[in-house]
């Protein structure tokens, strides 16, 4: 069983920095691809970002690159995703996702397996 918890989400004004965390239990196996995902209001799920196992291959949306790091903790079972420069536009509710390594598309959310609960994140300009 895998259980995904994101935390850290919060109102912040554009420019602001938020860094959300997810914590994550279950065999590694299960959680090799770590990814966020985000929605807004009325809009569809969208690609923010995934790292594999070992840190070392991370993948960003194109609204996101550049403002946007996702790191992990695997001794502490947490992915992190530090955002910077936030913009309105950045509001949605922010979701973890956890998969195996494997086929497939990495940037596909129906791919994941494992999801949390979502934290929202809410940028005021």
């Known amino acids: 069983q895998v259980q995904v918890v994101e935390s850290g989400g919060g109102l912040v004004q554009a420019g602001d920095s938020l860094r959300l965390s997810c914590a994550v239990s279950g065999h590694s196996s299960l959680t090799q691809i770590m990814g966020w995902f985000r929605q807004a209001p009325g809009k569809g799920r969208e690609f923010v970002a995934y790292i594999t196992s070992g840190g070392a291959n991370t993948k960003y949306g194109d609204s996101v690159k550049g403002r946007f790091t996702i790191s992990r903790d695997n001794a502490k079972n947490t992915v992190y995703l530090q955002m910077n420069s936030l913009k309105p536009e950045d509001t949605a509710v922010y979701y973890c996702?956890?998969?195996?390594?494997?086929?497939?598309?990495?940037?596909?959310?129906?791919?994941?397996?494992?999801w949390g609960q979502g934290t929202q994140v809410t940028v005021s300009s």
């Open positions: 996702a956890a998969r195996p390594r494997g086929g497939g598309d990495y940037t596909i959310g129906r791919q994941y397996s494992y």
